[in-house]
C-alpha cells in the first residue's frame, strides 16, 4: 500500500489523455527540448520495442531507430513533461513482449509487418445481428446433386 502522500504527488504527475499504442507500432515521439528561453518539440521516429511500469508514473516505454548505421534506443516515461505527444504511424504486427531480438538485426529483416485491423463481426454476424450466419461444410460441397 502506498503513503497518501506519495500518492496525491503522483496523482497530479499522470496525464489524462495516455496515447494508445503496443509494442511493434512505429511511433512519433515529440520530445520537447529547452534551449535557453526557447522551447521547442524534436520528433524522434522509431519503433516501440518494450513497455514497462503498467499505467502509474512509473510506466517506460522504449523507442528504437536507426541513425548512420548505429541503433539509437531512448526510454521515454510516458507521463513526462518532456513527452509532447505520442503518434502511430504504423502499426507493427508482434508475438513477443520484448522485441530487444531487433538489436540484432540488420536491412529488411528488421522490419515488422504491418498489423491489419479487421472489424469484428462483418461477415460471421447475420443481418439482424444476433445469430451467426450458417456457412456450409467441404462436405457439402462436394457431394454430386443427382446421386
Same mark, same amino acid.
Given at each position: 500500500?502506498?503513503?497518501?502522500?506519495? $500518492?496525491?504527488?503522483? $496523482?497530479?504527475? #499522470?496525464?489524462? /489523455?495516455? !496515447? &494508445?499504442? /503496443? =509494442?511493434? +507500432?512505429?511511433?512519433? #515521439?515529440? #520530445?520537447?527540448?529547452? @534551449?535557453?528561453?526557447? @522551447? %521547442?518539440?524534436? !520528433?524522434? =521516429?522509431?519503433?516501440? =520495442?518494450? %513497455?514497462r511500469g503498467g499505467i502509474g508514473v512509473g510506466a517506460m516505454f522504449t523507442v528504437r531507430r536507426i541513425v548512420n548505421n548505429e541503433g539509437v534506443e531512448r526510454v521515454f516515461p510516458l507521463h513526462s513533461p518532456r513527452v509532447a505527444h505520442v503518434k502511430v504511424q504504423r502499426k507493427g504486427k508482434t508475438r513477443r513482449a520484448k522485441l530487444y531480438y531487433l538489436r +540484432? %538485426?540488420?536491412?529488411? &529483416?528488421?522490419?515488422?509487418? /504491418? %498489423?491489419?485491423? =479487421?472489424a469484428r463481426g462483418t461477415e460471421a454476424e447475420s443481418v439482424s445481428g444476433d445469430a451467426?450466419?450458417?456457412?456450409? &461444410?467441404?462436405?457439402? /460441397? $462436394?457431394?454430386?446433386?443427382g446421386v
Open positions: 500500500m502506498k503513503n497518501k502522500y506519495i $500518492a496525491a504527488v503522483e $496523482a497530479a504527475q #499522470v496525464k489524462t /489523455e495516455i !496515447p &494508445s499504442f /503496443e =509494442i511493434g +507500432d512505429e511511433v512519433e #515521439v515529440g #520530445v520537447r527540448i529547452i @534551449e535557453g528561453t526557447k @522551447e %521547442r518539440t524534436q !520528433p524522434f =521516429i522509431g519503433t516501440v =520495442i518494450a %513497455r +540484432d %538485426r540488420v536491412g529488411k &529483416s528488421r522490419r515488422l509487418r /504491418e %498489423r491489419k485491423n =479487421i451467426p450466419a450458417v456457412r456450409p &461444410s467441404r462436405t457439402m /460441397e $462436394a457431394e454430386p446433386a
